[in-house]
C-alpha cells in the first residue's frame, strides 16, 4: 500500500536549520509530486511548497521563499524538506503529502521545536 | 488569518445533519478551482474526505458529502456519530497563493 514514512522529531536553536525527510513506497515514486505542509500547535494547516518527484522542479510558498528547499533522491524515494534560520514560530508539525489531484496520502508527520 | 473562511466550530447531536461551510473570493474557489475536505482527527495526519468538490473517495462514508456554489463549499454530515469528532479542513488553490487552506473546524458532537 501506498505509504509515506518521516523522519523522527527534531529539536533545533533559533537560527538553525532542520532537514525532514519523507520516504515514499507503494508506488512509482517519479510519478506524483510531494508537497510540505506544517500544522503549529492548535493552528491551521500551511502549505510550503511542493516537487515534481519526475524532473526535480520546484515550487515555494511566498512566505517561505528563500528559508524553505525541497529536494529529492530518486534513488531512494525519498523527498527532503529543508527550512533555514529558524524561529520560535516555525515550531510545528511538518507533513509532507502525495498530490494526486489533492492530497491522497500523508506522512505521520515530523515535529520541529525550535528552542534556545 | 486564511484564504479561505471556516467556522471555528459546529455542534451536533448524534443522529443530526451539520454543516461546515468554507467561503472564499474570486481568486479561489470563484475562480473555478475545485474544493477538497479532509478530516483530521486529534493527534493524527489529515485524512481525504472529499475530493473535486463532491467525490467521496474509497472508504469514506456516504453520510458525508460536499458542494461547491460560486465562492463557497460546504461539506455535510448526516446521522451524526461520535467518531466524527475532528478538525475539518477544506483546501483549494488561488491564483496568487497556489495551494490554500481554510482555518479549520471543530466538530463535536454533544
Redesign the interface.
Known sequence: QVQLVQSGAEVKRPGASVKVSCKASGYTFTTYAMHWVRQAPGQRLEWMGWISAGNGDTKYSQKFQGRVTITRDTSASTVYMELSSLRSEDTAVYYCARYVVPFDTWGQGTLVTVSS | Q?VLTQPPSVSGDPGQRVTISCTGSSSNIGAGY?V?W?QQLPGT????LI??NSIR?SGVPDRFSGSKSGTSASLAITGLQAEDEADY?C?SYDNS????????TRLTVL
Not at chain 2, 495526519?45 to 481525504?48: E, R, Y
Not at chain 2, 497563493?97 to 479549520?104: C, E, H, K
Open positions: 486564511s475545485d477538497h479532509y495526519a489529515p485524512k481525504l475530493s473535486g473517495p479542513y483546501q497563493l497556489y495551494v490554500v487552506f481554510g482555518g479549520g
